[in-house]
């Protein structure tokens, strides 16, 4: 039986459509462009949040949803909100406690405010110049509502794997938690995933899941992968999310993304539309 035609890809950002430098490339951009003149539409979903996804709008021509925070928060390009699910209000402080015990720092996103509780910890300006605004500085995170995600933060990638076993422990299927970098540990609500965002993907843009093409570099894109026809692993990806995957590719640090559609995608079809 012939595969279905690809007619969406849909791609991780950090460590996948962007270099370790946060450069969305000119090849990039010109792979999404010949996506388009394919008929192929391009959707983007990320753990950041919508504004810092912002700056990918224009170049790649964004026109569908984007789903920022994993799914948690469902963006039009104007960055008016379609949905948003957010973490049960009774996990907010365990989740917090749990991340705090295990030597993590933590952020919380809440609305449009990107909260920290000491501007200068680690990741927090790396993460300022990523997304493209600060953080507000909070003595405490107590009544904070409508907690999109929480963010456990350190450069002991041991810990932050310890404390994401913990966390899926604790919490079962009442949060989800998955790492979107070695360093960033992300709890979200349990629908708020990027498994979910291909099904919302599917379902708002009216074309089946087997038609979507995911690719994506970290653990928590695999709930993608498996919901999508093709899927395809980053260069840079650990040797556990290759495996799980039917392609990889280059690193993106050498056009893993650009070479990607090039191969994977445009080499299905036939030539795009005479201009």
């Known amino acids: 039986m012939a595969e279905a035609p690809i007619a969406v890809v849909l791609a991780d950002v950090d460590g996948t459509l962007v270099t370790q430098e946060k450069v969305l490339t000119e090849r990039a951009v010109n792979a999404v462009k010949s996506l388009r003149e394919h008929g192929i539409q391009c959707a983007v979903t990320s753990g950041r949040p919508p504004r810092g996804m912002a700056m990918l709008i224009e170049p790649l021509g964004l026109t569908t949803p984007i789903s920022a925070f994993n799914g948690g928060v469902i963006v039009r390009p104007d960055m008016s909100v379609i949905e948003q699910k957010t973490i049960p209000q009774r996990l907010v402080a365990p989740a917090i406690e749990l991340l705090l015990a295990h030597g993590l720092d933590a952020w919380l996103y809440s609305g449009a405010d990107w909260l920290v509780r000491d501007p200068d910890a680690p990741h927090v300006h790396h993460e300022a110049r990523t997304v493209q605004f600060a953080p507000t500085v909070v003595a405490s995170f107590d009544g904070v509502e409508d907690v999109a995600k929480i963010v456990g933060v350190s450069d002991d990638l041991k810990l932050v794997a310890s404390a994401t076993a913990a966390a899926r422990e604790r919490f079962g299927d009442h949060v989800?938690?998955?790492?979107?970098?070695?360093?960033?540990?992300?709890?979200?609500?349990?629908?708020?995933?990027?498994?979910?965002?291909?099904?919302?993907?599917?379902?708002?843009?009216?074309?089946?899941?087997?038609?979507?093409?995911?690719?994506?570099?970290?653990?928590?894109?695999?709930?993608m992968f498996a919901r999508s026809g093709l899927s395809i692993a980053m260069g840079n990806a650990s040797a556990e999310v290759q495996r799980a995957a039917r392609r990889v590719t280059a690193s993106n640090e050498d056009e893993g993304f650009a070479k990607a559609i090039e191969r994977f995608v445009l080499s299905q079809t036939g030539p795009g539309p005479a201009d």
Do not use: C, R, W
């Open 176 to 223: 989800s938690a998955a790492q979107s970098q070695p360093y960033y540990l992300d709890i979200t609500h349990p629908q708020a995933n990027k498994g979910e965002v291909v099904s919302y993907l599917s379902h708002a843009l009216g074309i089946p899941a087997e038609q979507f093409a995911t690719i994506g570099d970290m653990p928590n894109d695999v709930l």
